[in-house]
């Protein structure tokens, strides 16, 4: 059955993941886009705690977790996330529907485990418009009206091992190959004229990198499990290969473009490095029962640069992450209570972005809420979420977004590669 599910749904994923547009954040014009979380909606409803083994369900964070594998796990989910723009002037909403992973995952022994499986990376998808207003020598006004928009993203297809050193020590390690496409458009018109500009960049994205892990578990007083992980991802490097053209325009009555003298860049290459990331997180509970953890990320992106080199109002620094969640199952054994056997999750993260828009740092900071679903009497099961949160600011002519988002995720078991007793 777990075969069938994986075919179809990998299917569809991978015919979805390269059209969708992940995101409508202005925010997503600046660097390589809204960088993705990368995590399971489980670990995603405890904030985005990414610090406990699991025996079947994946940990996307930390490669370590996966020496604690003992079933065949296969992972997907999606977001449906509506979000209202605020300045000091205006407002407007959007939503998004997203998929946001495709993994599997099983025990090679009894002291190792794989996954692989595919993600979004990062997204672009913004659509502003500008008018500038300036008085000429005559004294008469000149309006120029200006739109931007944005759209793709770049993607993540990982290979992941774990492996258990001792019965409390496991380490790991994954290899990621990150690619995509992403195209910005701006087109400028200027009042009583005819004719505007448009300019197009297309930029596609490679390169690899690798995510490294550790985590530790032991016992305290001979009934609590503590847990502490650790995860570093050196830095790497993406190159683009970069295309463009510029044309005057006008619009049909229907509003279609019609373009003359049209000028095509030649193709150049650049590179952009992803700073190195490090982050690490402790917690404590009893397995099965409850949890409760925090964690802390770092990622110093004081070196990272933009798409466009003549904005000049936007600087990068050191980005934090901190993030405090767990869970509780009342009974995850019962046979007369199906709430019971419920997995109830919940988190809260702060974030610094390390993106600067005129001296105003963007900060992001969510509350997040779920539950694991039980799936009949097996181990697989239905895990729902939601997130409420803010990013940015209306302070220093920055964009504030309030964000809800709902999230669901199937994370469906079977035992693979049973060696017969007979033959």
């Known amino acids: 059955m777990i075969k069938k599910i994986i075919l179809g749904t990998s299917l569809l994923f991978s015919s979805v993941i390269f059209a969708q547009e992940g995101t409508a954040s202005p925010y997503s014009f600046y660097g390589i886009g809204d960088v993705k979380y990368r995590g399971t909606h489980e670990n995603k409803a405890m904030g985005g705690l990414g610090i406990i083994p699991d025996s079947i369900h994946l940990n996307l964070q930390n490669p370590a977790s996966l020496a604690s594998l003992r079933l065949t796990t296969f992972s997907v989910g999606a977001t449906n996330r ?14 998004r529907t997203t998929f946001d992973y495709l993994a599997l995952g099983f025990p090679i022994t009894k002291k190792a485990g794989v996954s692989f499986g595919i993600m979004p990376y990062s997204s672009v998808g913004y659509k502003v418009d500008q008018t500038t ?49 992403v195209e910005t458009k701006s087109v400028v018109f200027m009042d009583d004229v005819y004719l505007g500009k448009r300019e197009i960049n297309t930029a596609r994205y490679s390169g690899v990198a690798f995510n490294t892990g550790l985590m530790y578990q032991t016992k305290i007083n001979k009934k609590y499990d503590w847990y502490s ?21 006008t619009y049909s009555g229907t509003g279609a473009e019609l373009e003359s003298d049209v000028v095509n860049y030649e193709a150049t290459q650049s590179t952009f490095k992803l700073p190195a990331k490090y982050a690490l997180g402790t917690g404590f509970g009893i397995a099965k029962q409850w949890f409760v953890g925090a964690e802390v990320t770092f990622q110093d992106k004081s070196s990272f640069v933009n798409r466009f080199d003549q904005i000049t109002n936007v600087g990068f620094e050191k980005a934090q992450r901190y993030v405090i969640g767990g869970y509780i199952t009342p009974k995850f054994n019962s046979f007369t209570s199906y709430l019971e056997r419920v997995t109830y999750r919940a988190g809260f993260r702060y974030e610094n972005t390390g993106l600067v828009i005129n001296n105003q740092s963007v900060k992001d900071y969510s509350v997040n809420a779920g539950f694991g679903l039980p799936i009949g009497r097996s181990l697989s099961n239905l895990n729902v979420g939601f997130e409420y949160g803010t990013k940015g600011t209306t302070s220093s002519n920055l964009v504030q977004e309030n964000y809800f988002g709902i999230y669901i995720g199937l994370s469906v078991n079977d035992l693979w590669f049973k060696r017969t007793k007979y033959e």
């Open 82 to 95: 509506s979000t209202t723009f605020k300045t000091d002037s205006q407002k407007e909403t959007a939503s």
């Open 133 to 181: 207003t300036t008085q000429l020598s005559t004294g008469d006004i000149l309006n120029t009206n200006k739109r931007f928009t944005g759209e793709g993203g770049v993607n993540n297809v990982f290979l992941g091992l774990g492996y258990k050193i001792t019965s409390k020590l496991s380490i790991g390690a994954d290899f990621q190959y990150n690619f995509g496409r």
């Open 229 to 249: 992980s650790f995860t570093y991802s050196p830095q790497s490097n993406l190159k683009a290969d970069n295309s463009g053209s510029v044309a005057a325009i």
